[in-house]
């Protein structure tokens, strides 16, 4: 950031008087700005013993599949948020149970929030960012063909807690690895 978003004149990168970190301050109007992480809501729709996959039309990992999942907008909740990403990448209604995994991600800047949810009905199909959507029991997942750890995780954690018949809330933070 070189210019303020406020009055325009340029900013600092040093830690505001109070604070414990950088940030890029303005010292013309006084305004702070602090850049936070982005929050990636999504949902494993299910139906029965199979799993929804949306196989990715666009970048990042455009041609792999993953969970509809996508960065939660202002104004709704991290819920709404989740099956708005299940309608527009899967054209899939489902009917949420509870939170189910949440992943920190700090190396990126990114917090996943991820729900449980059966799928109301068949009747679903790919949305504008998805190629093909599909049902897929545990031993059909194309395991060597997921966009993102994270995604494969989840869907681990998804069929051992089903076969327990007890799903847990699964947390974690996902470190950089080296």
């Known amino acids: 950031m070189k210019f303020c978003s406020h009055c325009g004149h340029t900013v600092a990168f040093e830690i505001p008087m109070g604070d414990?970190?950088?940030?890029?301050?303005?010292?013309?109007?006084?305004?702070?700005h602090y850049v936070n992480p982005r929050v990636i809501v999504g949902v494993v729709p299910y139906l029965g013993d199979q799993i929804l996959l949306c196989k990715r039309a666009i970048e990042p990992r455009l041609g792999l599949w993953t969970l509809p999942a996508g960065f939660m907008e202002n104004g709704e909740s991290s819920e709404e948020g989740a099956l708005r990403e299940c309608w527009e990448e899967a054209l899939a209604r489902v009917r949420t149970d509870d939170l189910y995994c949440v992943y920190d991600i700090p190396h990126i800047n990114q917090v996943y929030l991820i729900y449980r949810?059966?799928?109301?009905?068949?009747?679903?199909?790919?949305?504008?960012?998805?190629l093909e959507v599909e049902l897929f029991r545990e031993d059909e997942i194309p395991w060597d063909?997921?966009?993102?750890?994270?995604?494969?995780?989840?869907?681990?954690?998804?069929?051992a807690d089903r076969k327990e018949g007890i799903f847990k809330l699964h947390r974690g933070v996902i470190e950089r690895k080296l």
Request: a negative charge; proline letters at 10%; charged letters at 25%.
């Open 20 to 32: 414990d970190r950088p940030r890029h301050l303005c010292h013309d109007c006084g305004a702070i």
């Open 117 to 130: 949810g059966e799928l109301t009905d068949t009747d679903f199909g790919p949305g504008p960012e998805s």
């Open 145 to 159: 063909d997921m966009a993102f750890p994270i995604m494969t995780e989840t869907i681990q954690h998804y069929f």
